[in-house]
C-alpha cells in the first residue's frame, strides 16, 4: 500500500512538474547565494592572504600595521613617512634575511600607481597560490628610463612595446606636475594577476631619482632642467624607499626579526607579518561580511517561506486526490508523512543543485576571477565548514514542510469529497 500511495504522488509530482520545478530553482538560488557567499569570503580571504605569498614580513615606517599593508601592497592610501636607504641596507645585511625587494612610492600615472624597485621584485614577487609574475610580452626594466606595465595599465591606455609614456608627481589624475622632460619606454607588459600589480607601473629606483633631481620640496626648481641623457651623470641611489619586502631563510626566525625592527634605535621602523595585518583587516570589515550573510540567509527563509506558499495553494487542488488516497486506505499519518516527505525532497534537490550550480560555476569562472579580481575560486562540491550551513536549510525546509502536512493530516475525507456549493 505504501509504495502504491508513493508511486500516486510521484504521479502527482510530475503532474505539477513546472510549478514544484520552480520552487526547487528558488530553494537551489537560495542555498547557492548563502553557501556562496561563504565561499567567496573564504576564498577572497586566502587570496588576499596570498596577495604576498611568499613574503614573511613588510617593512616601513612606524604606523599602523593595516595602514602600511594596504599601501604598500594594495596601493591604497598613503605612507606616512619613508625608511632611510641606509637602514633597508641593513636590514638586507640581517644573516635572517634571503632576499629584500625596496618598494618606492609616490608618482602616478592616469591615476595608476609607479612603484619603484629593482629587478628582483619580479622574481620575487608571488601572487595567488605561489604564482611569480609572468610577461605577456618585452622582458623587465634594463635601461634608466625603462618602465614595466601592469596588464590592466597596458589595455586602459593600450599602450604598446617601445611607446613612451610621462610620469606625474604625486598621486591621483588632476593637478599634477608631469615629468614630461624624462620620459620613459614600456619595455615590458605583465599579464594579469588580479593584484594592485594590475594596475601598476613599475620603474627602476635611479629612474625614481633621476626624475627627481632637479625637483626640491615637491616642487621643480625653477630655471633648473637636467635631459635625460645627463641624469645618468648623476649618483642615483636613493636616500630613501617607501617600503621593503622580506623574506628569510628560516620562517621560524620571523618573530625574532620583527622584535628586532621594531625596536631599532637608529630609525622608527615597523616590521609587519601580512596574515597578521590582514587579520586586522578582516575585524574592520567584519560588519559588512555579516551583512551580507544576513542578507543572503533572509533570501533562503523567503525562498522556504514561498515553498510552504506554494505546497499550501496546491492543497485546494488537491483535495480530491488526498481524499481518494485516504479512501484506499492511507490514514491521516500518511498523508502527513507524504506532504512533509515532498517538502524536505524538494528542500534537499534544492540544497544539492545549488551545490552543482556553484561548483560548475567556479570551474566556469575561476580564472576569470583570478585574473579580473585576484580571487581564487576553488571549484569543491562542499567542504567540511559547509555542513552547519547546509544543515540549517534542510532542517528550515523540513520545518516548513509540517505546515502544509499538518494542514494536509487535518482535512477530512469528506472535506475532499464533498461538492462544493
Known amino acids: ?53 611568499g613574503t614573511d614580513l613588510i617593512v616601513g615606517a612606524r604606523a599602523s600595521p593595516v595602514e602600511l599593508m594596504l599601501y604598500a601592497v594594495f596601493r591604497i592610501g598613503a605612507a606616512t613617512n619613508n625608511i632611510g636607504w641606509q637602514s633597508f641596507q641593513a636590514l638586507a645585511r640581517d644573516p635572517a634575511v634571503t632576499w629584500a625587494v625596496p618598494l618606492s612610492l609616490g608618482d602616478s600615472h592616469r591615476g595608476f600607481a609607479v612603484l619603484g624597485t629593482t629587478g628582483m621584485y619580479f622574481e620575487r614577487f608571488r601572487h595567488g597560490n605561489g604564482r611569480a609574475l609572468r610577461f605577456t610580452d618585452g622582458k623587465p626594466f634594463e635601461q634608466l628610463f625603462d618602465a614595466v606595465i601592469g596588464a590592466e595599465v597596458a589595455a586602459a591606455a593600450g599602450y604598446r612595446l617601445g611607446q613612451r609614456i610621462t610620469l606625474s608627481h604625486g598621486s591621483g589624475t588632476e593637478g599634477l606636475t608631469e615629468h614630461a622632460d624624462k620620459p620613459f619606454v614600456v619595455a615590458g607588459i605583465l599579464a594579469r594577476t588580479g593584484t594592485a600589480v594590475d594596475r601598476t607601473v613599475h620603474v627602476s629606483l635611479e629612474a625614481i631619482e633621476a626624475i627627481h633631481l632637479d625637483w626640491r620640496g615637491g616642487a621643480p626648481i625653477p630655471g633648473v632642467s637636467i635631459p635625460p641623457e645627463f641624469a645618468r651623470k648623476f649618483d642615483l641611489q636613493p636616500k630613501s624607499i617607501t617600503a621593503a619586502f622580506i623574506g628569510l631563510h628560516n620562517r621560524a626566525e620571523v618573530f625574532a626579526l620583527q622584535r628586532r625592527i621594531n625596536t631599532m634605535r637608529d630609525e622608527a621602523l615597523m616590521a609587519v607579518m601580512p596574515g597578521v595585518a590582514l587579520d586586522e583587516l578582516w575585524q574592520i570589515i567584519g560588519t559588512a561580511e555579516r551583512s551580507l550573510t544576513a542578507v543572503s540567509a533572509l533570501v533562503a527563509v523567503v525562498s522556504l517561506i514561498g515553498l510552504v506558499a506554494v505546497v499550501l495553494a496546491g492543497l485546494n487542488e488537491r483535495r480530491r486526490e488526498l481524499a481518494i488516497l485516504r479512501s484506499i486506505g492511507a490514514g491521516p499519518r500518511d498523508i502527513f508523512m507524504l506532504l512533509t ?6 528542500t534537499l534537490g534544492g540544497v544539492l543543485l545549488g551545490l552543482g550550480f556553484l561548483t560548475a560555476g567556479s570551474a566556469m569562472f575561476g580564472d576569470a576571477a583570478l585574473a579580473r579580481y585576484g580571487i581564487d575560486l576553488r571549484p569543491r562540491l562542499l567542504a567540511m565548514d559547509e555542513l552547519p550551513v547546509l544543515a540549517s536549510i534542510v532542517g528550515a525546509g523540513f520545518c516548513a514542510s509540517l505546515v502544509p502536512g499538518y494542514r494536509a493530516y487535518r482535512m477530512a475525507l469528506a472535506d475532499g469529497l464533498a461538492p462544493r456549493l
Open 1 to 53: 500500500m505504501n509504495r502504491f500511495i508513493c508511486m500516486l504522488a510521484l504521479r502527482s509530482a510530475w503532474n505539477r512538474r513546472l510549478t514544484l520545478g520552480m520552487t526547487l530553482l528558488s530553494v537551489a538560488l537560495s542555498a547557492a547565494l548563502l553557501v556562496g557567499i561563504e565561499r567567496l569570503r573564504a576564498d577572497a580571504r586566502e587570496s588576499f592572504a596570498e596577495a604576498v605569498s
Open 341 to 346: 516527505l515532498e517538502g524536505l525532497l524538494i
